[in-house]
């Protein structure tokens, strides 16, 4: 396998990618950029963008998985994190495998957080992705937030015998990751009527059974008038539990199918 | 960056800024699945903080975890862990000319860090996070009285249904294991009491400096300062390592709060202990 990790951007902005390499010819060269969701959500994730990059690499699609500045193993603190920092380093992830690759096609996938991030990046891209894979994505912010205040005062009853917070008392953390002030006012204003001006030539929305939002997300893409495809996972995929209490990491089912639609590639 | 034998490992250093080196580097790994950024983004935090202060470190996916491959001939996971650690430490040799280290790990990481430090005398110091542990017979009464303040109502419904459950087994003729299988922790099979003791006399004899902590995460297993003493009433290693208890944070560092106790509780003992010049004048 050729898996390079890597830093981009500007020194003082750092952030931090890991490309595969597809390890077999394809044409037209494709690729995919897979977008973290938030915190705790991303360290969720990790296992299974990799495995995921992997296989795609393995059927000849190049793949860049990152982290956006002030998250994972890029520059910067929790509270420097911003929502249009990170719509910016998308645009320049894309740069940057484009660079890589030379892939004719390139599609972005977001889960959750990313998914709402893809959207709105690519609504204001230069360069806009032939393809938007969504999954799960937040459709709106306030109502995130409380899902993760909700998670945080659960994780806290679970880790610690007898601890209890209350849910007004969640403020500027969620599930260990810092807020500011900026960024909880960014999450608050995200709103899946946002997503309808994409600029990709078509969107693939996944959602899965019983989560809340994908209609609101569905109604804003098909106002974009582009094709819309929507895919139901038949997983409840519990984004913030703890990786350390040996929970499954990667539904078997989630990374099939998400891996088949990508190898598919563009229709 | 990658390195190992088959530069299939992968590592982020961070070096201090705008002071000398520390001659000691800190060398994090994973904590069970959770890639080199740590439980809530923990290792990056820490290590910032490490750098800040002038210790240089280094924090590194074992084979298979994180951004790591998995090396064509690789060994069982306990002994690639090992090996990994140590092929961190020789890359850290050649790249910063640093030649100690002290390991600071949670569960899994912290088990490796110990395995590693028995092979590799480079190593000078050991952190350990909710590491082996060793219930006594208090832990268990501890337990019931903390059980029965917090949760009253629950947790007597809770002992019923276990009585009913127990019974209803020895019916049907399944047995209880063993209490030496209950020496897990998060299903890692923990050595002997014995060969724990004579691991941590190796390890102090050879002037290895030791700081245990025990969560509030591990409270059927852990739970009240004393513990490590009363579980090796007889063995001198436990007048020599540094262990505490700290009930108010959680096994991963959930809060910010928990995550600041923990940063500050290493990093203060880090460089109390291993501060440019002292090791090596022990």
Known sequence: MNITPFRFGPPEKSL??????AETRRQPVEAVLLCNPFGQEAVRIHRLYRLLAERLARKGIHVLRFDYFGTGESAGEDNDATLRT???DIHLAHQELKNRSRAASITWLGARLGGALCAMASASAASPPQSLVLWESV???????RELAQAHVDAVAYSIWGTAIALADVKDEAIGFGVSAELLRELKAVNASQFASHKAERVTLITNSGAPGGDEVLRALQQNGRPVEHVKLDIAFDWTS?????TALVPANALQLISNMLEKGPA | MAFGPH????GTLTMPTGQEPGTTAVLLTNAGVIHRMGPHRFNVKLARELARKGMPCFRVDISGQGDSQSPANSQPFEQQAVSDLKAAMDHMQRVCGVDKFVIAGICSGAHNGLATAMVDDRVVGLWMLDGYVYPTAKTQ????????KTRFLPTLGSWASSAVRKASDRVKGMMAPDSAALLTDFGHKAPSKEEFAATMKTLLDRHVCIYMVYSGSILWNYNYPEQLQDA?????FVHRVRCDYIPDVDHTATTLQAQRRLIDCITGWALDTFAQGRVASR
């Not at chain 1, 931090?16 to 390499?21: D, I, K, L, M, P």
């Not at chain 1, 459709?139 to 937030?145: C, E, Q, R, S």
């Not at chain 2, 090796?232 to 001198?236: A, R, S």
């Open chain 1, 16 to 21: 931090y990618g890991v490309f595969h390499a």
């Open chain 1, 86 to 88: 990170w719509i910016a």
């Open chain 1, 139 to 145: 459709a709106n912010g306030t109502d995130y937030l």
């Open chain 1, 242 to 246: 703890e990786e350390a209490m040996n």
């Open chain 2, 7 to 10: 530069r299939h490992l992968v």
């Open chain 2, 141 to 148: 009464k501890v337990r019931y009285m903390h059980q029965l």
């Open chain 2, 232 to 236: 090796f009433i007889g063995h001198d």
